[in-house]
């Protein structure tokens, strides 16, 4: 049974059911939490808009510039991607751009696309660690082996199948600590993921370095934004790529495009062909 919202009225009733603080819309008017939208447009960019949705107030110019660097390096990884690839077959099966972007979308679930909220979720665990009194190396150590042995043996957010050095890694963990010289963000995640890297360098004999989706995750938790965020943002910025090559792909005129090329077959692993027997 629905709760009562203490009045007869069914309009009411149907207020409160969809209830929300982030917008307000009557006729003529369309504010976002509290913001008139013609103050809004021309004045903030579009991650301050995300931030100010998510968040319910605006960033400062610093705060928005972060979320901006780690938007930008995430919008595509090329058409090896599963989410990328997946728009670009959905567009030549004739669906509109709208339909090859939600298909794409829903590729990214813990395997492709989960890294970061992962990542973040791990420097967390690590922090929250710390907090009962480990210092930082020991917390690493007792919340990466927890990891493997319930998750297995790959830490989200480092090493990378393609890049022996994530090139966009290095540059988003720059601007973090330009940002903690600034005041910006306290640097806690990022001492957290540092931990991870030195400790995975010191039992492996090599380093395996953070990847994108670790730089994310601390530019993400560095800014205060929960695990799934991490992952709802990084669905934001790659639906840029997803669109991009969907558009392209909309121009090559090739119908039904499969995972391979038509040249390319795949390998039969079932029975041999039978003689046919009276049950055919």
Same mark, same amino acid.
């Not at 780690?70 to 991607?81: E, K």
């Not at 939600?102 to 929250?128: P, T």
């Not at 963000?185 to 360098?201: P, Y």
């Given at each position: 049974? =629905?709760?009562?919202?203490?009045?007869?009225? @069914?309009?009411?009733?149907?207020?409160?059911?969809?209830?929300?603080?982030? $917008?307000?819309?009557? @006729?003529?008017?369309?504010?976002?939490?509290?913001?008139? #939208?013609?103050?809004?447009?021309?004045?903030?960019?579009?991650?301050?808009?995300?931030?100010?949705?998510?968040?319910?107030?605006?960033?400062?110019?610093?705060?928005?510039?972060?979320? &901006?660097?780690?938007?930008?390096?995430?919008?595509?990884?090329? @058409?090896?991607?599963?989410?990328?690839?997946?728009?670009?077959?959905?567009?030549?099966?004739?669906?509109?751009?709208?339909?090859?972007?939600?298909?794409?979308?829903?590729?990214?679930?813990?395997?492709?696309?989960?890294?970061?909220?992962?990542?973040? &979720?791990?420097?967390?665990?690590?922090?929250? $660690?710390?907090?009962?009194?480990?210092?930082?190396?020991?917390?690493? =150590?007792?919340?990466?082996?927890?990891?493997?042995?319930?998750?297995?043996?790959?830490?989200?957010?480092?090493?990378?199948?393609?890049?022996?050095?994530?090139?966009?890694?290095?540059?988003?963990?720059?601007? #973090?600590?330009?940002?903690?010289?600034?005041?910006?963000?306290?640097? %806690?995640?990022?001492?957290?993921?540092? =931990?991870?890297?030195?400790?995975?360098? =010191?039992?492996?004999?090599?380093?395996?370095?953070?990847?994108?989706?670790?730089?994310?995750?601390?530019?993400?938790?560095?800014?205060?934004?929960?695990?799934?965020?991490?992952?709802?943002?990084?669905?934001?910025?790659?639906?840029?790529?997803?669109?991009?090559?969907?558009?392209?792909?909309?121009?090559?005129?090739? %119908?039904?495009?499969? @995972?391979?090329?038509?040249?390319?077959?795949?390998?039969?692993?079932?029975?041999?062909?039978?003689?046919?027997?009276?049950?055919?």
């Amino acid at each position: 049974m =629905a709760m009562s919202t203490g009045n007869d009225d @069914p309009r009411s009733e149907a207020a409160h059911y969809w209830r929300t603080s982030i $917008c307000d819309i009557s @006729p003529g008017r369309i504010s976002f939490r509290g913001y008139p #939208v013609q103050d809004l447009i021309g004045s903030v960019s579009f991650p301050a808009m995300i931030w100010l949705m998510l968040r319910g107030e605006l960033p400062t110019v610093h705060q928005a510039s972060l979320l &901006e660097a780690a938007l930008v390096a995430s919008v595509d990884h090329g @058409p090896q991607a599963p989410s990328i690839a997946v728009s670009r077959m959905a567009v030549s099966c004739g669906l509109p751009l709208n339909g090859a972007m939600a298909s794409a979308i829903n590729m990214l679930d813990d395997v492709h696309g989960g890294a970061g909220q992962q990542a973040l &979720e791990l420097y967390l665990e690590i922090l929250a $660690c710390v907090e009962t009194g480990e210092t930082l190396d020991a917390a690493t =150590a007792i919340i990466i082996d927890q990891w493997t042995a319930s998750h297995g043996k790959y830490l989200p957010g480092f090493g990378h199948r393609f890049h022996p050095v994530d090139p966009r890694a290095g540059r988003l963990i720059d601007l #973090v600590e330009d940002m903690v010289g600034k005041g910006v963000v306290t640097g %806690r995640i990022a001492a957290a993921a540092r =931990a991870v890297e030195a400790l995975m360098a =010191a039992r492996k004999g090599k380093l395996i370095p953070m990847n994108i989706d670790g730089a994310t995750a601390v530019i993400y938790g560095e800014l205060g934004f929960p695990p799934p965020l991490a992952r709802g943002i990084f669905c934001l910025s790659r639906a840029v790529g997803i669109l991009a090559h969907a558009w392209e792909q909309s121009s090559r005129g090739e %119908r039904n495009k499969g @995972p391979m090329p038509r040249s390319f077959s795949f390998l039969y692993e079932g029975q041999h062909p039978k003689e046919s027997d009276d049950r055919l």
